[in-house]
């Protein structure tokens, strides 16, 4: 059989594709405020909790690059 | 479709449009088209990877503690686990923890430190073929068959609550994101066998935790903190039962449940959870997949750990509501009538309230991935238990390793269409989750009592353990038959009047487990034992277990299953 890649590095690609999408959505969001905001949207949880997944993703996509 | 009976779709078809609770936006639609992208690319990748059956069914047996860990409780972390007990919370308070907690963790830790090592040197490839080892080819049949039976109806359970998310949250057309979610599952499940569903379920936990986690803490934020929370749902309902683990539960009308602690202990704590974790193979073939014993008893204990946590994101958003919705939810046939929002829909109007797009996509991802990880489990062990313990052990015994993979595939996708049918059978029930309890009673309980008595007594014999399972799954149907026929008949299944259907189906697996004991015991005091000689790696005291050198103290098993038994024994009692 022959090796594949690690579930951490499609985990960590993953990751990092949301953190990237959602980070975004939340500084476009700056500029561009919602007609109907969700409750607390003055926290901008999109920014933070996208930011802290774009951090996960690039360790995991670093980390299990060539692991197999 | 086809399948589904002619009452069950017109009630579907009766079932009041309401607006969806939100559009989503192109943001949302491409985090959900990447999740589904990515699950079928890895089964794709993978299925190279699964051309023995070996491969296919085992996944190799290399998966690591970690990974077959988190796989093992993923696994069991469906769309009905997320909304259904997100909506218990909601309709019976803290209680609802109960089933993550003393219905789980003594279960998993007793799995990985006494179980596992008989599961795993017999080399068995699943529940049913130990038991064709230690009982005879009879006893397998009839669990097998029960557990097939299990399986797709519990796979259709998923797909109904997954229809309901898609309804509410975004007026999607239930027929449609029931094929298109399915569909997927069959494909990357058929492809990559146990590997993929493994490799997902992974994938499919780190989504369920990113995209449920901010309900739980944004909801603490505008509750003002767990005080203040229970401060708030006390003066909301009038009373404090809804946020007490066990101290209203010495009498059954006390607690919004109608539940007694004896109910909880032994009922749920013992013969539930230890039948459901220990016995049931759609999570013990995740364990099983593990590359050495020593991963495969870590793997429970780790799955344990974070079993225990699941409570954050699942029964606090329901205790949430509670606090801060503005409108009651109503029971799943009240809202059928009404057109009101149901104690199912809780968890998805909870993410309505806090997420804006991107947070959205990803909440509604995760539960679609919800739903996924519960459905490739359920189909990958219908597949296998199908393929090794009836096709391949009755019908067809000497056909070639490459005719049991392909057996496999295919059963994976008749798995698919039995449970697409199923779903629109279980839209009756008034509780998603008190369908499912009844459903574990019929057939987990019973086998438990099975199991464990072939494991722990080398006197149970081949005719005890058929006749012992056969004894009590007849008696879990008849009781649950005899409540449906006459509803007054809960006061003596239930031992009291005051007893509601969730106190009556602990009680009713507790009884059936008891007879399946004393019939199993009592057959095989009648009949011949095996000889002993033949019982090696099969049955405790006389199977010699590998020696385990650990480097540490601290990579002991039993040193993580004390502490996680710590932890839990810390949480019921804060939480009292």
């Known amino acids: 059989m022959r090796g594949h890649s690690s579930i951490w590095l499609f985990s960590g690609i993953l990751l990092l594709a949301y953190g990237v999408i959602i980070t975004g959505t939340g500084l476009w969001e700056l500029g561009h405020p919602l007609a109907h905001p969700p409750v607390l949207s003055w926290l901008h949880a999109p920014i933070w909790w996208g930011a802290v997944m774009l951090c996960a993703g690039l360790f995991y996509t670093i980390r299990f690059r060539h692991h197999r | 479709m086809a399948i589904a009976s002619a009452p069950a779709l017109a009630l579907f078809l009766q079932t009041p449009l309401k607006q969806s609770l939100v559009h989503l936006s192109g943001v949302d639609i491409a985090i959900i088209a990447i999740y589904f992208g990515i699950v079928i690319y890895i089964g794709f990748y993978l299925k190279g990877s699964s051309n023995t059956s070996e491969e296919f069914f085992m996944a190799g047996r290399e998966m690591t503690a970690w990974i077959a860990g988190l796989s093992f409780v993923s696994a069991n972390l469906g769309s009905l686990e997320l909304m259904g007990w997100a909506g218990s919370a909601y309709q019976y308070g803290i209680l609802a923890t109960h089933w993550y907690w003393i219905g789980a963790i003594p279960a998993m830790l007793f799995l990985g430190i006494i179980m596992m090592p008989f599961y795993y040197i017999s080399k068995v490839n699943s529940v049913p073929g130990y038991l064709a080892l230690r009982y005879g080819d009879g006893t397998r049949a009839l669990s097998a068959i029960c557990f097939a039976l299990m399986t797709v109806l519990m796979s ?44 997902n379920e992974v994938l499919q936990f780190l989504l369920i935790w990113l995209g449920a986690l901010l309900i739980p803490i944004l909801g603490l934020v505008e509750a ?36 007694h602690w004896t109910g909880l202990v032994f009922g749920l704590g013992i013969v539930i959870s230890f039948g459901y974790w220990t016995t049931d193979f759609l999570v013990v073939q995740r364990v099983l997949s593990a590359r050495n014993l020593r991963s495969a008893r870590m793997a429970p204990i780790i799955g344990a750990a974070f079993k225990m946590a699941v409570p954050f994101i699942v029964i606090l958003p329901g205790l949430l509501a509670l606090s801060v919705l503005p409108f009651h939810l109503v029971p799943q046939d009240v809202a059928v009538v009404t057109g009101q929002h149901s104690y199912n829909e809780v968890l998805p109007l909870m993410l309505v309230r806090y997420c804006g797009p991107g947070l959205l996509g990803l909440g509604v991802t995760a539960l679609i991935a919800g739903f996924m990880s519960g459905m490739a489990g359920n189909v990958s062990a219908f597949a296998t238990v199908w393929t090794y313990d009836i096709y391949g052990a009755f019908m067809n015994k000497k056909a070639s390793d490459s005719h049991y993979v392909a057996m496999g595939r295919w059963c994976t996708f008749i798995g698919v269409l039995i449970s697409v049918g199923t779903a629109y059978l279980v839209q009756h029930a008034a509780s998603i989750m008190d369908y499912v309890q009844a459903l574990f009673s019929f057939f987990i309980a019973p086998l438990f009592g099975t199991v464990i008595l072939g494991m722990l007594w080398k006197r149970a ?7 012992g399972l056969l004894a009590g799954t007849c008696t879990a149907i008849g009781l649950w038959a005899w409540v449906e026929k006459d509803p007054s008949a809960l006061r003596y299944v239930a031992l009291s009047p005051d007893a509601k259907a969730m106190a009556a189906d602990m009680y009713r697996a507790l009884w059936s487990w008891l007879v399946c004991l004393i019939v199993t015991v009592a057959v095989s005091l009648m009949t011949k034992p095996k000889p002993v000689e033949e019982l090696g790696g099969l049955v405790y005291g006389v199977t010699k277990l590998p020696e385990e050198h650990d480097d540490h103290w601290y990579q002991k098993p039993i040193v993580w299953a004390g502490a996680i038994a710590v932890i839990f024994i810390g949480l019921n009692i804060i939480f009292w």
């Open chain 2, 156 to 199: 259709g359970i998923n797909m109904y609550a997954m229809a309901v998310v898609m309804k509410v949250v975004l007026g999607w057309d239930l027929n449609f994101s029931i094929w298109v979610s399915s569909i997927t599952v069959a494909i990357y499940v058929a492809l990559g066998g146990l590997r993929s569903a493994i490799f």
């Open chain 2, 224 to 259: 003002g903190g767990w005080e203040n929370l229970k401060h708030q749902i006390a003066a909301r309902l009038g009373t404090t039962n809804y946020t007490h683990l066990w101290s209203t539960t010495a009498h059954f009308r006390d607690n919004p449940m109608g539940i």
């Open chain 2, 461 to 467: 014999t081949r005719a005890g353990g058929f006749w």
